[in-house]
């Protein structure tokens, strides 16, 4: 048993001791939650009674792969955009490749960025990266706030020191290095740009708050509200000039032409926006199959192709012929996919679509050359299967405390390259899959006294 997993069990006795088998705790717990407004669609963003804890080597393992990681991402979207024959191996829609070429007026590509990973004692592995906007990281830092003063975790804390990891003042730091880029000088008023949902809080309500008590005009916005006139982009009264986007490329041109006011003051230098649409080149999966050709990163420093190698699947965009395996040419690349289903994932090149993910061991030799046949008439990639790592949360369930083993995606998040905020994603079978028993939990960095 490693020292992580004596502190985790020394939580859940402390749940099943006396003095917190009365789980009056967990109601005050709840409500605390429900005052802040964390939650969405009626349910609580975390039905978990811990926080989900890193040990430092293992948070310091996840900094330096990470930061690594989106330098490669970097500077293979550099590469891309310079070379019309390695952006059509990203398979971008016309349109997203016309949005991609216009230069958004500082010099990264993503202003923030987050991952998603598989943390098991020593190992790391890489199973998403996301450019298109942030997920969970002011929840997180909510829910650290609650967790934190909790009864269970400050008994816990007389043992064990935990550090927790915010996200809200990094995120917003980002935001006005990348307009002081764009437009030295000026105070920005800051816009948020997203599909009003009809039910629950939005996370960016948060981030609106805070933004505003930290002297910044902010406002939640959708598209249908702008207007640009006269080189000023505008929602109503209000006068954009930072856009913080929250709809990807692709759910903006299905209901949107390149005629669009925002489209239109984004070609004109009038509105910073965050992230960029080129950013779009790095949430596609195809960027796995990039960095994991070795014959593109073998003049990348050597802690970027490290990473990459020990860290990020293989993968390749699916399509007849030959390539290069993890370790050895490969004559047939869809042969190669139908004798490995066992450790091979089929994935959409683009989440937001309406395709599925085939996950190879859960389908027989029928039902997998089907999904083959499907990932060869659009665009998917194929990718090593990464193991997902399960762990025991306790959780209230009909007014009993359970313990129930679940899936953990670690998600760090990280603002101009540096990763400096960690939220934790709990469910039965991984990001992506909606439960009761699912749902965001804070990460705190743990360590013995």
């Not at 005629?259 to 080129?278: E, I, K, T």
Request: overall charge neutral; charged content about 25%; proline content about 5%.
């Amino acid at each position: 048993m490693t020292q992580l997993d004596e502190a985790i069990s020394r939580y859940h006795r402390i749940l099943e001791s006396e003095p917190y088998r009365d789980l009056r705790w967990v109601k005050t717990l709840q409500d605390q939650m429900e005052a802040q407004q964390l939650s969405a669609g009626g349910r609580l963003l975390c039905p978990f009674l811990r926080p989900n804890f890193v040990t430092q080597k293992q948070y310091d393992n996840l900094v330096k792969t990470g930061e690594a990681l989106i330098s490669a991402v970097d500077r293979m979207l550099q590469t891309a955009l310079a070379s019309p024959a390695l952006l059509s191996r990203m398979q971008l829609y016309p349109a997203e490749k016309m949005l991609a070429a216009v230069d958004p007026g500082y010099k990264m590509s993503e202003v923030s960025a987050q991952l998603d990973l598989q943390i098991q004692n020593g190992s790391l592995h890489v199973t998403q990266y996301n450019a298109d906007a942030l997920s969970g990281a002011a929840w997180a830092e909510g829910l650290s706030d609650i967790f934190y003063d909790c009864p269970p975790v400050k008994e816990f804390r007389r043992r064990y020191n935990l550090t927790r990891i915010g996200g809200k003042k990094p995120f917003l730091s980002a935001l006005l290095k990348a307009y002081k880029m764009f437009a030295p000088g000026k105070k920005p008023n800051i816009a948020i740009l997203e599909f009003r949902e009809p039910t629950g809080r939005s996370e960016y309500e948060i981030y609106r708050d805070y933004f505003r008590a930290e002297g910044y005009q902010t406002e939640l916005v959708s598209p249908d509200q702008l207007e640009y006139r006269n080189g000023v982009l505008r929602a109503g009264n209000f006068e954009i000039n930072l856009m913080y986007r929250r709809i990807s490329a692709q759910e903006f041109l299905l209901r949107f032409t390149l005629n669009h006011p925002l489209v239109q003051a984004y070609r004109d230098h009038a509105v910073c926006m965050v992230n960029s649409f080129r950013s779009e080149l790095s949430h596609k999966k195809a960027m796995f199959a990039l960095l994991t050709d070795e014959t593109l990163t073998a003049k990348f420093p050597i802690n970027e192709r490290k990473a990459i190698r020990e860290h990020v699947p293989w993968t390749r965009v699916v399509k007849a012929g030959k390539t290069m395996g993890r370790e050895e040419p490969i004559d047939d690349l869809i042969e190669y996919i139908r004798q490995n289903r066992e450790t091979l994932v089929l994935r959409p090149n683009d989440e937001y679509g309406d395709l599925n993910s085939y996950i190879g061991y859960e389908h027989d030799e029928g039902s997998w050359s089907r999904a083959i046949r499907e990932a060869q008439r659009a665009p998917y990639v194929v990718q090593e299967r990464v193991k997902p790592f399960r762990t025991v949360f306790p959780l209230m369930n009909f007014g009993h405390l359970e313990f129930k083993e679940m899936q953990v995606d670690v998600q760090p998040q990280a603002f101009l390259g540096k990763v400096a905020s960690c939220s934790s994603y709990v469910s039965s079978s991984g990001a992506g899959s909606y439960s009761i028993a699912s749902g965001i939990t804070p990460t705190f960095i743990i360590d013995t006294k």
